[in-house]
């Protein structure tokens, strides 16, 4: 089955305690991106990579890193979390960048909640 | 000003009636327009790309206007099942950098 899977789907965590959210698509898409999603301020996009070690910032890339070493992995890194770091995480990929009729297909989400 | 902005709603339509979304943007070169839906704590679903020709899927219809940088979203004959929110989404020049909009929530009540 064609899908993005993210990992984990919940957690936890407390300030400055390095972290780790997995993304991997098994669509062979060049296109990867990271977003969040909070309350009123609807979907930004933190980080986008158009192929391998090809990565760029979106709208929120602050405190945030990524890395795209394989086509199908794109893990999302959080240093130092902070609380304003909480936040509903999606991630997505698409065949190649957004021309008309490229969809974006999205992982199921990661709740992130940092005390 | 923001870069994508949607009519603010929630907007509650009986089922079968017709229900029009209302998208502007702010960069006059972007390039591609997306319209996705949302379901409640749920990942955003592709429903349909706008093309400048306009274009249609079914009961929904998609209009773009790129002089006066404004989307459109034509829902007809709702059904319970388009209950979601539904987000505007904009790309920049070189379709790299999506923007979405804040979303627009319609529930179709029986």
């Known amino acids: 089955e064609a899908q993005v899977t993210q990992n984990p789907r919940y957690l936890i965590t407390v300030t400055g305690k390095k972290l780790t959210v997995t993304c991997s698509q098994n669509?062979?898409?060049?296109?990867m991106s990271w977003y969040r999603q909070d309350p009123g301020l609807g979907l930004r996009q933190i980080y986008y990579?158009?192929?391998?070690?090809?990565?760029d910032k979106g709208d929120v890339p602050e405190g945030y890193k990524v890395s795209r070493k394989e086509k199908r992995n794109f893990p999302l890194i959080l240093e130092s979390p902070s609380p304003n770091q909480t936040s509903l995480y999606f991630c997505?990929?698409?065949?190649?960048?957004?021309?008309?009729?490229?969809?974006?297909?999205f992982g199921p989400g990661t709740r992130l909640t940092v005390l | 000003r923001k870069e994508v902005e949607q009519d603010p709603g929630p907007f509650n339509v009986p089922e079968g009636a017709t229900v029009a979304f209302n998208c502007t943007y702010s960069?006059?070169?972007?390039?591609?327009f997306f319209w996705y839906r949302q379901d409640c704590r749920k990942e955003p679903k592709l429903l349909m790309s706008?093309?400048?020709s306009g274009n249609e899927d079914g009961r929904f219809t998609a209009q773009l206007n790129r002089a006066s940088q404004y989307i459109s979203l034509l829902i007809r004959d709702s059904k319970l099942s388009d209950s979601a929110t539904y987000l505007c989404?904009?790309?920049?020049?070189?379709?790299?950098?999506?923007?979405f909009g804040p979303g627009t929530r319609l529930s179709v009540l029986p």
């Open positions: 989404v904009v790309t920049d020049n070189y379709g790299q950098n999506f923007v």
């Open positions: 997505a990929s698409s065949l190649t960048a957004g021309a008309p009729g490229n969809e974006q297909f």
């Open positions: 960069n006059s070169a972007s390039q591609s």
């Open positions: 706008v093309y400048s």
């Open positions: 990579s158009m192929n391998v070690e090809v990565t």
């Open positions: 669509m062979n898409h060049e296109y």
